[in-house]
């Protein structure tokens, strides 16, 4: 996401406990089942398995995106309440995902019927059945919930209008599907040119599949928009596929009013065998660069992501009109509409008033300055907030889903770790037996005197690690990313273990003397701490000659183990600047964070650093910059581990790990 910090703020605290209870409410009363449960996740997507309802309110950003959404009020013919307020944005699109989730709920059928026909025989085929299909969905539920309910034309009619006008670059439903595997990229912009190209012989040839795939995305592109976007005229489609649109537009528009889902997939499978010439077939080759993301669609669109243990044949209803039009396609005004945003938006601002008065803050803050360090002098002024956040019960269901994903990767590093946990440590016995010393001060007191033998047994190394994660603006995307879901791997790990671990994020706010670290997960931490690895976040800068001394004293107070350990996470060398301070940059960042790392270990706290290098090309091995990250940390640490697929970042510290626990590292 490309959000600035306020609206990341503002964001954050809006997916807070206490509007997502309000939002599950609703739900339960809209669908009128009370084990209906309502999550937030920031994932960029929304669905539901017929019991609970997956939200991201910041979906393609549209809350952020004022064009759109002014775009939006003019075509209701709104005054800027909403574009001009962020949290009303929120509101009014959380809610209006909120409602057409439930809707789906209550009148689609889960799993979809048409998964089990004998169509779905390729990957491309269980595609295109699902795009076809959750058009009519949507479609039909909009439909039903203006038929059936007064009170929420105006919240889906606003959010049908601000998503066809937002700028935003996240893909559409089509190609959600098609685009994300990268072939949007080459064939959806070149689909016009193809079919004129077959229809003027043009000397470029091209693949009879791939002519297809083009073909089949313009009538996608075309019934999709005719279907969701009817107050938007259409020009006359391509004349190689007029055909297709002709036999075909009248089953779309019956099948997004009828009432009956076995019907409505009925239709579906009518619609697919109309446009089965069109269809690719499913061996169809693709450039290279296509391929590779076209196979991760496929697993994206796997058989399995079609059922549900929570099954539902969806409610038979009577709809009575469509979204923007009567049955026969007749607009219908919107001034009815017009009155109901009015006045739902004057009872979101009452709504938001209420909020910022009674949102209690539940994190905790401490500060400290150079001098409660051993900081050098280029330090002094230099302020550092150490911030506990508050628990965000919003990420439940996202850090379950990560957890899910990387099961079989948590359960095989937790058994491997557990086998080495397992070695000869020697203990000490004290009892008031004979033994090979006397530990009791009554020496001469045959009654009162211990005596200590110490005795080789199998348990588990006194151990703890302290993860600091770069918070640097460089880190994010794909490093960033890597990094969540390498500490959410690492901390089952440990937590099967019992390893005390924590886990701070550490970045200085350019401009200004600050820095900030929020401890994450502390070493004895509550369970529910665990959410908020997903908050990590890239900004800013680092200051690491002033956070490890932090992280030094935060060890020494805060971790009950013998032997402690901080692993430094980065992708390069520190960097701060303000106005007023020595500009903290290489080469003077890199000579002093290596003096505070020399002086920390000297005192008997080793320092592994993972250095995030990811070259450009990795065909090019050789490169000079390829591990640049290396090298800057090199001149810092004494150990540091080059991780130059940050893909692979939580297998690297697991292998590390064990062979501290190994002995083979140190």
């Not at 020399?598 to 706290?605: E, H, L, P, Q, Y």
Request: net charge negative; with cysteine.
């Amino acid at each position: 996401m490309s959000l600035n910090r306020r609206q990341k703020e503002l964001l954050r605290s809006f997916q807070c406990d206490a509007i997502r209870s309000i939002e599950e409410q609703f739900a339960q009363i809209l669908t009128e089942r009370s084990d209906v449960r309502v999550f937030f996740v920031n994932e960029d997507k929304c669905f539901t398995d017929g019991k609970n309802i997956t939200i991201d309110p910041a979906l393609r950003e549209l809350f952020t995106d004022k064009k759109a959404l002014r775009r939006a009020e003019k075509h209701l013919s709104m005054d800027d309440s909403i574009s001009s307020d962020l949290w009303l944005a929120l509101h009014f699109h959380t809610r209006a995902l909120n409602i057409h989730e439930s809707l789906h709920i209550l009148y689609s059928a889960i799993p979809q019927p048409w998964v089990h026909d004998e169509r779905v025989s390729s990957d491309i085929c269980r595609i295109v059945l699902a795009y076809i299909h959750n058009v009519i969905e949507d479609a039909f539920i909009e439909a039903a919930g203006c038929s059936l309910y007064d009170n929420l034309e105006h919240y889906l009619l606003w959010n049908r209008i601000a998503l066809f006008y937002t700028a935003s670059e996240a893909p559409s439903t089509l190609e959600q599907r098609f685009g994300q595997a990268g072939i949007m990229a080459d064939v959806a912009n070149a689909d016009r040119s193809l079919c004129e190209n077959e229809e003027q012989n043009s000397e470029q040839v091209y693949d009879e599949n791939t002519i297809k795939f083009a073909k089949l995305l313009t009538y996608l592109n075309y019934m999709g928009f005719l279907i969701l976007y009817p107050f938007i005229i259409p020009n006359k489609p391509a004349s190689v596929i007029a055909e297709y649109v002709e036999k075909t537009k009248e089953l779309w528009r019956e099948s997004a009013i009828c009432g009956n889902s076995a019907k409505r997939s009925d239709y579906v499978l009518q619609i697919f065998d109309i446009i089965e010439p069109l269809i690719p077939n499913d061996d169809m080759i693709l450039p290279s660069a296509l391929q590779e993301r076209f196979d991760n669609m496929k697993a994206q669109y796997a058989p399995d992501d079609f059922f549900s243990e929570h099954s539902s044949k969806g409610k038979e209803v009577i709809v009575t009109r469509r979204l923007f039009t009567d049955l026969n396609g007749e607009p219908i005004s919107s001034d009815s509409v017009k009155k109901k945003l009015a006045d739902a938006i004057q009872v979101s601002k009452e709504e938001k008033e209420k909020f910022k008065q009674g949102q209690p803050d539940k994190a905790s803050t401490a500060t400290y300055r150079a001098g409660n360090f051993d900081c050098s002098n280029m330090h002094q002024g230099v302020i550092l907030n150490v911030t506990k956040p508050g628990i965000n019960l919003n990420l439940r269901r996202a850090y379950q889903n990560k957890v899910a994903k990387f099961q079989l990767t948590i359960n095989a590093h937790a058994a491997n770790i557990a086998k080495y946990l397992k070695m000869n440590i020697e203990t000490r016995e004290e009892k008031k037996l004979f033994g090979s010393g006397i530990s009791s001060k009554h020496l001469g007191d045959f009654k009162k005197r211990q005596w200590y033998r110490k005795a080789i047994e199998e348990g588990i190394p006194d151990i703890g690690f302290l993860f600091m994660i770069d918070g640097s603006g460089s880190m994010d995307g794909e490093r960033m990313e890597s990094v969540i879901s390498a500490m959410v791997i690492i901390h089952e790990v440990f937590h099967k273990n019992n390893i005390q671990h924590s886990i701070v994020e550490h970045r200085a706010i350019y401009n200004k003397p600050f820095l900030v670290h929020n401890i994450l997960v502390d070493f004895h931490y509550k369970n529910n701490e665990k959410f908020n690895i997903l908050s990590l976040e890239a900004d800013e800068g680092t200051r690491e000659g002033f956070s490890l001394y932090w992280a030094e004293k935060h060890l020494r107070n805060n971790c009950s183990c013998e032997r402690k350990i901080i692993v430094m996470i980065s992708d390069g060398a520190p960097a701060h600047i303000f106005r007023g301070g020595v500009e903290y940059i290489p080469p003077v960042s890199i000579k002093d964070t290596a003096e505070a790392a020399k002086m920390i270990i000297r005192r008997g706290t080793p320092i592994i650093a993972v250095a995030l290098d990811t070259p450009e090309d990795d065909d090019f091995d050789d490169d000079e910059d390829s591990d640049a990250t290396y090298q800057q940390l090199k001149m810092i640490y004494p150990d540091v581990v080059s991780c130059k697929d940050v893909g692979k970042i939580a297998v690297q510290l697991l292998h590390l790990i064990t062979k501290l626990f190994q002995g083979r590292f140190k």
